[in-house]
């Protein structure tokens, strides 16, 4: 499993922007496929953003055209950018590592700790 460290939460106006990192431990970091989740208290975590081991992205309906997710495997770092941000927005983001596997071994999915975003005149 990878151990994962969100930063770069915060409290930021409606209209602006933030850039989260989730920085990964392990040496295995490009096989992995990335996502970005969210969660707000009494309700359940949702996916936001993933970008697969070769690049790909998707994104969640209410993040399209707004939000970014990126990787730089050479620093074993996942973004996402946020911009145009909504008090909706506002939640707890969560960094994961999809569940893989890797020389004939399950990697079960690994979580960060969640990093704070408050969106917010």
């Known amino acids: 499993q990878e151990q994962l460290v969100e930063s770069g939460g915060g409290l930021v106006q409606p209209g602006g922007s933030l850039r989260l990192s989730c920085a990964a431990s392990?040496?295995?970091?490009?096989?992995?496929?990335m996502g970005w989740y969210r969660q707000v208290p009494g309700k359940q975590r949702e996916w936001v953003a993933g970008?697969?081991?070769?690049?790909?992205?998707n994104y969640a309906d209410s993040v399209k055209d707004r939000f970014t997710i990126s990787r730089d495997n050479a620093k074993n770092t996942v973004y996402l950018q946020m911009n145009s941000l909504k008090p909706e927005d506002t939640a707890v983001y969560y960094c994961?590592?999809?569940?893989?596997?890797?020389?004939?071994?399950?990697?079960?999915?690994?979580w960060g700790q969640g990093i704070q975003v408050t969106v917010s005149s």
């Open positions: 994961s590592a999809d569940p893989t596997y890797y020389r004939g071994s399950y990697l079960s999915r690994s």
């Open positions: 970008i697969s081991s070769g690049g790909s992205t």
């Open positions: 392990g040496s295995i970091f490009s096989i992995y496929n």
